[in-house]
């Protein structure tokens, strides 16, 4: 069962931008991640606590941005640019942090909350 609610998501043709919204709750590092037909979920991209440290993966970098607002404790990834290879499901993670306000964490496991998964369809 999905901890996390997203929104967004969509068909939309190359080239053109999308952003999807991610509920979060509590002090917690997020991160997102996608998993396109027949391949294995994969990292996107990672912001800290604090909102001051992100990584992306390389097939996204300069084109995707992750971002959070505090007041409404959301995440959010922004994608321009997009290509027909960004085609997947998306989803948002999250983990509690304590003490680790500007970590980031890039691998599946260490993520303890998900949400439901949106469907990001590119057309060529």
């Known amino acids: 069962q999905a901890q996390l609610v997203q929104s967004g998501g969509g068909l939309v043709q190359a080239g053109r931008s999308l952003r999807l919204s991610c509920a979060a709750s509590?002090?917690?590092?997020m991160g997102w991640f996608r998993q396109a037909p027949g391949k294995e979920r994969e990292f996107v991209a990672a912001?800290?606590?604090?909102?001051?440290?992100?990584y992306y993966a390389d097939s996204v970098k300069g084109r995707f941005t992750i971002s959070r607002e505090y007041t409404d404790n959301t995440l959010y990834l922004q994608m321009n640019s997009l290509k027909a290879d960004d085609t997947a499901v998306y989803y948002c993670?999250?983990?509690?942090?304590?003490?680790?306000?500007?970590?980031?964490?890039?691998?599946?496991?260490?993520?303890?909350?998900w949400g439901q998964g949106t469907q990001v369809t590119v057309s060529a």
């Open positions: 993670a999250a983990v509690s942090v304590t003490n680790s306000l500007k970590r980031v964490y890039a691998e599946e496991r260490d993520y303890d909350r």
């Open positions: 509590g002090r917690a590092a």
């Open positions: 912001i800290s606590w604090s909102g001051s440290i992100t």
